[in-house]
């Protein structure tokens, strides 16, 4: 049998990518705005950390991506400790 991979589904909204850090150690940030949330499948083992604003997850190229979410962190916590 094979491993399946696990995904999570929430709502997800605005968001900062994270694209390193300039020659003073300062972080490089892009902050995108966008109306309202959508739902998105999340690969779990993407997923770095939760916070009660944002889900932090791995982009391309050594990337972040810190997404705000619509769902309580309870919820997502609750869905994160099922799997």
Partial sequence: MTDMKKYVEVSLGSFMI???YDQNNKEIEERV???G???KLVAV???KSVS???ILTDYLD???IYWEYLESYA??????TEL
């Fill in 37 to 39: 949330f959508s739902k």
């Fill in 18 to 20: 994270s694209h390193g």
């Fill in 33 to 35: 705005v966008v109306d």
């Fill in 45 to 47: 083992d993407r997923i």
């Fill in 52 to 54: 009660e604003k944002y």
């Fill in 75 to 80: 919820e997502v916590k609750q869905m994160l």
């Fill in 62 to 64: 050594g990337r972040w």
